[in-house]
C-alpha cells in the first residue's frame, strides 16, 4: 500500500506542476486545452490506478439529492433576478456555443471528478489538500476569460468567484466523492456550471453576491449530507448543531447585510468616495453611508447621483418644481462652480445620512494600482 501512495503522490505533483505551467502559459484559458488536457490524465490515471474506490454510503437518493441542490441554485438566482432584473445572454444555445463551451465544459467536469477519485483512493490528508488544489486550479479555468487583471473589479471576481468559490466547492466534492462516488458530484456541477448556456437570459444579481452564495452553497450541501445521510452520528451531531447553526446564521446575515450595502440595490447604501470635490466635509477616501430616499430633500442637503453611468456625491444648493418635475442643482463644496446640469428623480440614488474617515483608502490603493496597470 505505501508504494501505491507514493506513485499517487507522484501522479498529483505531476498533475499540480502541469496545471500550473498551463495557467503560466495561458493554456488552461482555451477550454478544448483544458479539456483535452484533463482527459489524457484521468485517462492515464485509470490506467495506472485500476483499483475502485469502495463506496461507503449507499447512494440510493443521492443523486436525487444533488439534482435538487443544482435546481435550488438555480432558482434562488432567478428568484433575486426578479428584483435586480435580467440581462440576455451573448452565448446563446446554438452549434457554436455547443462546440466552444457546453461539450467542452463537460468533459472537463467529468475528467475532473475521474481524476479525484483516483487521486482519493489514497485518503491521507496530503492528497486531500492536493487533489482540492488541483480541482480548484481546473474549475477556476472555466471562469478564466470572464475575468481578468484588466481592472480591481474584474480582479475581485477573479479571485473572489472564481478562485475562493472553487476552493471551497472542492472543499466539499473531496470529501463527497470517497462517500458517495463521483457521478452525483458530475450531475451538480454541471447542472450549476452550464445552465447559462440553456438559458437566454441571465440575473443581474451582484457579483459578490454570488460570491457569497457560490462559497456559503457548499457548506449547506455538506450540513446537509452530515446530519440526514449520517444517521449513526445523528447523536454526535445534535449535541452542537443548535451553536452552529447558530454562529452560521450570524455569519451569513452578516456577510449578506454587507453585499446589500456595497451593491446600493435596497434601501441603504455605502461608497468609497474617490474624488476631491467635497473636501472638507467629505473626504477622499471616506465612506459613506446613504439613504434610498429620494422625497423630502431640501438644500443643504448631500445627496448621491447617476451620472454616466458613475455615482457622485454632491451638495444640493437649489430645488426648482417646473411641470410636476423636481430638479435638483448640485454642486461639489470643493468646487469653484455649480454642476453644469440638473438632476432629476429618475438619477437620485439617495441622501448621504454619514461619513467613516479613511476607512475607504485601501479601496483608492488598490483600484490606483490596477489603473497604473491598465
Avoid at 446613504?290 to 454616466?308: A, C, E, M, S
Wanted: contains cysteine.
Amino acid at each position: 500500500m505505501s508504494k501505491d501512495k507514493t506513485r499517487i503522490y507522484t501522479y498529483e505533483l505531476i498533475i499540480v506542476v502541469l496545471l500550473i505551467a498551463g495557467t503560466l502559459f495561458g493554456l488552461i484559458k482555451n477550454k478544448i486545452i483544458t479539456a483535452s488536457l484533463t482527459t489524457i490524465i484521468a485517462i492515464g490515471l485509470s490506467l495506472l490506478l485500476k483499483r475502485k474506490p469502495i463506496l461507503r454510503i449507499n447512494r440510493k437518493n443521492i443523486r436525487i439529492i444533488m439534482i435538487t441542490f443544482g435546481l435550488l441554485y438555480i432558482a434562488l438566482f432567478y428568484t433575486l433576478g426578479l428584483y435586480t432584473g435580467f440581462y440576455r445572454q451573448t452565448n446563446t444555445f446554438g452549434v457554436e456555443t455547443l462546440l466552444k463551451y457546453i461539450i467542452p465544459i463537460t468533459i472537463i467536469i467529468i475528467s475532473t471528478e475521474q481524476i479525484r477519485s483516483k487521486l482519493l483512493l489514497d485518503e491521507s490528508m496530503r492528497t486531500k489538500i492536493l487533489v482540492v488544489i488541483i480541482g480548484t486550479i481546473i474549475d477556476t479555468s472555466i471562469y478564466l476569460n470572464n475575468y481578468g487583471l484588466s481592472n480591481l473589479d474584474s480582479f475581485l471576481g477573479l479571485i473572489g468567484f472564481a478562485v475562493f468559490a472553487s476552493l471551497a466547492n472542492n472543499i466539499l466534492f473531496t470529501y463527497m466523492s470517497p462517500k458517495y462516488g463521483k457521478e452525483p458530484i458530475i450531475i451538480y456541477k454541471c447542472i450549476t456550471s452550464l445552465y447559462t448556456y440553456f438559458l437566454p437570459i441571465t440575473p443581474d444579481v451582484y457579483i459578490y453576491f454570488r460570491t457569497f452564495v457560490r462559497m456559503v452553497y457548499p457548506l449547506l450541501i455538506y450540513g446537509y449530507m452530515e446530519r440526514y445521510m449520517n444517521l449513526d452520528k445523528e447523536c454526535e451531531i445534535k449535541k452542537d448543531i443548535k451553536k452552529e447553526m447558530v454562529s452560521y446564521g450570524l455569519g451569513t446575515v452578516i456577510i449578506l447585510l454587507v453585499i446589500a450595502l456595497i451593491s446600493c440595490k435596497f434601501t441603504y447604501g455605502i461608497l468609497v468616495i474617490g474624488s476631491e470635490s467635497m473636501t472638507g466635509s467629505i473626504d477622499k477616501g471616506d465612506l459613506i453611508f446613504f439613504r434610498n430616499k429620494k422625497n423630502k430633500l431640501k438644500i443643504g442637503d448631500v445627496i448621491v447621483f447617476q451620472k454616466d453611468n458613475i455615482k457622485i456625491v454632491h451638495r444640493i444648493i437649489d430645488i426648482k418644481n417646473i411641470n410636476n418635475e423636481f430638479r435638483y442643482y448640485t454642486k461639489g463644496d470643493a468646487n469653484p462652480t455649480p454642476d453644469d446640469k440638473y438632476i432629476t428623480e429618475n438619477y437620485l440614488a439617495g441622501k448621504v445620512l454619514f461619513r467613516i474617515r479613511y476607512v475607504g483608502k485601501p479601496t483608492l490603493w488598490l483600484r490606483s494600482i490596477f489603473s497604473k496597470e491598465g
